[in-house]
T-cell receptor
Framework: GAVVSQHPSRVICKSGTSVKIECRSL??????MFWYRQFPKQSLMLMAT?????????EQGVEKDKFLINHASLTLSTLTVTSAHPEDSSFYIC???????????FGQGTRLTVV | QQQVKQSPQSLIVQKGGISIINCAYE??????FPWYQQFPGKGPALLIA?????SEKKEGRFTISFNKSAKQFSLHIMDSQPGDSATYFC??????????????FGAGTRLAVHP
């Protein structure tokens, strides 16, 4: 299967700072990337969808100014959590899909802890 | 209508037994139904997927059964092994205008295979 690399796998930051998470497709062109948030023992909640070169489409209830998504190239998307607060602590997961293909492949996830 | 209902929430199976997880949906616009396997602290991994024009798909020990008229699909894990212990998510894909699609996830099933 296709490989999606997410970095970092774990990050701890202080409240009020910003954190950037990278998502890379290693062996295919990711025309669409998705960002999810997952709370312990719960399902994946879609935060936003981004198409390469376009602004991200955010799901209802997700603050676009707080969760900045950039998808500037066909292999890289970034999620920046701005002015992080303890309630932003969660497991963030990206997935990527190539145009014309239905399969979506997931990164390893990033455990964010805001202290 | 956008929901995918998954059951059971948790499942305990003896080694060598058959694990069965069920999902149901309402929206007939869903056109792709993948199953993902997730280990703790990791991103979901695509296990097997099916389209609604097929009633069954088998890959190794994993089989999807699809009932279009009942709007239900299930995952069967034959000869379950302790290494299969993980959380399993069913999902359904829907395409929106503009050519992009997104996955709607079930709530997940935590499978424990006892030796």
């Amino acid at each position: 299967g296709a490989v999606v690399s997410q970095h970092p796998s774990r990050v701890i930051c202080k409240s009020g700072t910003s954190v950037k998470i990278e998502c890379r497709s290693l062996d295919f062109q990711a025309t669409t990337m998705f960002w999810y948030r997952q709370f312990p023992k719960q399902s994946l909640m879609l935060m936003a969808t981004s198409n390469e070169g376009s602004k991200a489409t955010y799901e209802q209830g997700v603050e676009k100014d707080k969760f900045l998504i950039n998808h500037a190239s066909l292999t890289l998307s970034t999620l920046t959590v701005t002015s992080a607060h303890p309630e932003d602590s969660s497991f963030y997961i990206c997935s990527a899909r190539n145009r014309g293909r239905t399969e979506a492949f997931f990164g390893q996830g990033t455990r964010l802890t805001v202290v | 209508q956008q929901q995918v209902k998954q059951s059971p929430q948790s499942l305990i199976v003896q080694k060598g037994g058959i694990s069965i997880i069920n999902c149901a949906y309402e929206n007939t616009a869903f056109d792709y139904f993948p199953w993902y396997q997730q280990f703790p602290g990791k991103g979901p991994a695509l296990l097997i997927a099916i389209r609604p024009d097929v009633s069954e798909k088998k890959e190794g020990r994993f089989t999807i059964s699809f009932n279009k008229s009942a709007k239900q699909f299930s995952l069967h894990i034959m000869d379950s092994q302790p290494g299969d212990s993980a959380t399993y998510f069913c999902a359904a894909s829907i395409e929106y205008s503009g050519g992009y699609n997104k996955l709607i996830f079930g709530a997940g099933t935590r499978l424990a295979v006892h030796p």
